[in-house]
C-alpha cells in the first residue's frame, strides 16, 4: 500500500454532508488516511487498527519519527474498551468529552489498535471528538481513527481545509471541507495512568494537575519503546546470540518487509522489535533500511531504540 502519487492524484475536497463522509469512510476502510475536521483542527485520519493504514499518514505527514498518535472514538463507552480508566480519568472525561480533551491511559491487552500508532507503548491516548464531521466519520468507519493534525511534519496546524490542501495535496485522497475549526489549537493532554493526574500538553481544556517537566509545546511527553536488549544496526547477518531483523535482500529470524515496502516496514517495526525482545537471543541487531520518507523515519526510531532512552520526545497531534 503507498500513498497518492503527488504528480498524478490532486487531491479532492469535499464538502461535510453525508455524500462527503460516505466518500472519507470509504477510503478509511479500504487502508487511506483522509483529513477531516475537528474542534482544534484538521486532523489526518485513519484507521488505528490497520498498521499499514497507521504507516501512511506518517508517509502523508514526512514524519520525523513515530511518536504515540492520538485515537479518536465516538464515546466514553468505546474509550474504556480500548484503555483503563481509574475513578480521576473516568471523572476526567464525563467532566470534557465530547471536547478537546486527550486522556492517556494504560492500554488494554489484544485492544486492536496498530502498535505503530501507540508507538509500542503500554499506554494509549484517547480522545472522544465534539465535531460532528469527526463524529460522522467515526460512526460511519466503525473503528477508532487515528488522527494527528493534517498538515506536512514542521508546518503550522491547520484550522482550514485550504490549510491541509497547502501543505498535503497529492499526499492523500480526500479532505472533508467543514470550514474554520472552532478551537485553532490542539487539544490538552493529561495522564492518568495509576500516578495520579498530570497534565503533558497545554491546550483549551483547563486541568488542574501539574504539568510534567520537560514537556515541550505543542508535543506530548512519551518514554517511547525501546527493547531491553542491546540493538545494533545496519547488520548485514547476525551475530553470535543475536535475534535478527531483516528487510529486502538482508534475511532475518523476520523481516520488516522482504520485497523492500517501506510502509509495509514502518507498520511491522514496533510489533517486530517486542517479538525480538521476547526472543531467547540476549541481543538484537537489524538489516540497513536504506532511502528517504518513511526509511528517515524507521532509522530515526531504531536510532532512539538503540541508545539511552529519553523522556522528552514529543509529538504533534489533534
Known amino acids: 500500500m503507498r500513498p497518492p502519487d503527488s504528480a498524478a492524484n490532486a487531491t479532492r475536497v469535499l464538502p461535510f454532508d453525508e455524500t462527503g463522509i460516505a466518500c472519507a469512510a470509504t477510503l478509511v476502510l479500504g487502508g487511506q ?51 483503563v480508566f481509574d475513578a480521576e480519568a473516568r471523572a476526567l472525561a464525563e467532566a470534557h468529552w465530547p471536547g478537546p480533551l486527550t486522556i492517556v491511559v494504560p492500554a488494554r491487552t489484544g485492544n486492536g489498535i496498530a502498535a505503530l500508532a501507540t508507538a509500542g507503548l503500554a499506554t494509549i491516548a484517547l480522545r472522544v471528538p465534539a465535531h460532528p464531521a469527526m463524529q460522522a466519520l467515526l460512526k460511519a468507519c466503525g473503528r477508532p481513527l487515528a488522527a494527528p493534525s493534517a498538515n506536512a511534519s514542521g508546518r503550522i496546524s491547520p ?3 485550504a490549510h491541509v490542501l497547502a501543505s498535503l495535496n497529492g499526499r492523500i485522497a480526500l ?5 474554520a475549526t472552532e478551537r485553532g ?57 543475536e535475534y ?12 520488516l ?46 536510532t532512539r531504540a538503540a541508545s539511552p532512552r529519553s523522556s522528552t520526545e514529543t509529538d504533534s497531534s489533534s
Not at 486541568?207 to 518514554?223: E, K, R
Not at 510502509?263 to 517495526?269: F, M, P, S, W, Y
Open 159 to 161: 484550522t482550514r481545509a
Open 33 to 83: 488516511p483522509v483529513a477531516v475536521p475537528t474542534e482544534t483542527v484538521y486532523g489526518l485520519a485513519a484507521d488505528a487498527t490497520n498498521p499499514d493504514a497507521v504507516a501512511l499518514i506518517y508517509a502523508a505527514k514526512g514524519r520525523p519519527s513515530f511518536n504515540p498518535l492520538i485515537v479518536h472514538v465516538p464515546d466514553l463507552t468505546t474509550a474504556e474498551t480500548l484503555g
Open 257 to 302: 518487509s522482504e520485497t523492500g515496502n517501506l510502509v509495509e516496514a514502518a507498520a511491522r517495526l514496533f510489533d517486530l522489535l517486542h517479538a525480538a525482545d521476547q526472543a531467547p537471543q540476549s541481543r538484537i541487531a537489524v538489516a540497513p533500511i536504506p532511502g528517504d520518507g518513511l526509511a528517515i523515519a524507521i532509522r530515526d526510531r531504531l
Open 185 to 241: 489549537i490542539e487539544s490538552t493532554i493529561v495522564a492518568a495512568t495509576g500516578d495520579g493526574l498530570r497534565l503533558l500538553r497545554r491546550g483549551p481544556i483547563l486541568v488542574d494537575a501539574p504539568l510534567s517537566s520537560g514537556v515541550q509545546a505543542p508535543g506530548m511527553l512519551a518514554s517511547h519503546y525501546a527493547p531491553q536488549k542491546p540493538l545494533r544496526l545496519d547488520a548485514t547477518e547476525a551475530r553470535a546470540g
Open 244 to 255: 535478527l531483523i531483516g528487510f529486502g535482500e538482508v534475511a532475518g529470524d523476520s523481516s
Open 175 to 179: 479532505i472533508i471541507d467543514g470550514g
